[in-house]
């Protein structure tokens, strides 16, 4: 009896101890969302040029990516990969190449977790660790944050504004990660943005979703060759704000 009460004793202040820590992290959000107003994410840059930004978010799918690097080249088309750095860290020669073929390498957290469910602090970690690590492999200092699961809550927004990063987000998502999604329909949610989203959006400095996958490898030729038909350059993100005409980034 006296080892049940002790054992009973030991799982409430645990569970006492978890209640805390997420009371905690509520307190600190809490805070954050009250004091100075932070940098709304990237979504589309406003222009009247015909250019696109294709963003690849890599955690996995590094089989892929010499295939996917390949197919860029032959349209001489230059992307912009957020990595996490925990891949990053796995796979430092492929992350070098991506780098040597002049597409922009960004941050996309250390562990892809949900940036919502973390303190500002411990996003900031993520973000600071992948810093770190890209820096170490292919010496250029990432500026921009793709978070994961495309989060946008308070604690995430607060952690890169407070390190000078800028959050990305995406005006077409291919969503190519789900196994109903084939090489045609990938490339109808960008060529024909209609299918998904009841109206054709304006697709001028849109910034477009997409992961190393075997059907966005499949895609990809007919998406560069539509594009290249229809006057589209495709820039780096870098390259793309270049031709933002609003003076605001945070379109």
């Not at 960008?190 to 996958?213: E, Q, S, Y």
């Amino acid at each position: 009896m006296f080892i049940n009460l002790r054992i009973s004793r030991r799982v409430l202040s645990l569970g006492g101890i978890f209640l805390l820590l997420l009371a905690g992290i509520a307190a600190e959000n809490w805070i954050a969302a009250c004091i100075a107003p932070i940098s709304k994410p990237i979504e589309q840059i406003k222009t009247d040029q015909k250019v696109m930004a294709l963003t690849i978010n890599v955690d996995w799918g590094e089989e892929y990516i010499p295939a996917i690097l390949d197919a860029l080249e032959k349209d001489k088309a230059h992307v912009t990969f957020f990595v996490t750095g925990r891949w990053a860290k796995k796979n430092p020669e492929l992350l070098k190449k991506m780098a040597s073929r002049g597409h922009q390498i960004e941050n996309h957290g250390y562990s892809h977790p949900h940036p919502d469910q973390l303190s500002v602090g411990a996003n900031q970690e993520e973000i600071k660790k992948t810093e770190s690590i890209i820096e170490g492999i292919i010496g250029q200092k990432t500026h921009f944050y793709a978070p994961p699961y495309g989060e946008k809550g308070i604690s995430g927004l607060r952690a890169a504004d407070q390190l000078g990063y800028q959050t990305v987000l995406w005006t077409l998502d291919t969503v190519d990660w789900r196994v109903d999604s084939t090489p045609e329909i990938i490339a109808k949610r960008i060529l024909d943005p209609a299918i998904r989203f009841g109206i054709k959006p304006n697709k001028l400095g849109a910034l477009v979703l997409m992961h190393p996958k075997a059907n966005t490898l499949k895609a990809l030729p007919e998406i560069l060759d539509q594009l290249a038909r229809e006057g589209f350059i495709l820039e780096t993100l870098d390259g793309l704000i270049t031709f933002d005409q609003s003076g605001d980034t945070t379109s």
